[in-house]
Nanobody, 124 residues
């Protein structure tokens, strides 16, 4: 059974940094992974994705240049380094594991695997 375990959330002031991590278990296949976030009262939205070998990344417009997604396949882990955080980055961040290798598996994927979510709170 595939499981995604996230960690690294917390509360920071605007301009601060956090590093989220997500470790996948229950699978030996190396596939695309990514992050979504959900703010109260809104739908879950795509934040970042990385392909199977880390060579290709995609970001939502408002985080490009501030967030960096990377992966360590030896540890089956994906990271999201978030710098220069803004109050609008507040939300629950969810890890996502796709069924294929490219980032399209995350951006447009259906029936993907999800982590339990980790809260990020940015205060002004």
């Amino acid at each position: 059974q595939v499981q995604l375990i996230e960690s690294g959330g917390g509360a920071v002031q605007a301009g601060g940094s956090l590093n989220l991590s997500c470790t996948a278990s229950g699978t030996t296949e190396i596939r695309a992974m990514g992050w979504f976030r959900q703010r109260p009262g809104t739908d879950r939205r795509f934040v970042a994705a990385i392909n199977w070998n880390g060579a290709v990344t995609d970001y939502m417009n408002t985080v490009e240049g501030r967030f960096t997604i990377r992966r360590d396949n030896a540890q089956n882990t994906v990271y999201l380094q978030m710098d220069n955080l803004r109050p609008e980055d507040t939300g629950v961040y969810y890890c996502n594991l796709g069924h294929t290798r490219g980032t399209a598996a995350i951006i447009g994927g259906t029936d993907n695997y999800w982590g339990q979510g980790t809260q990020v709170t940015v205060t002004s």
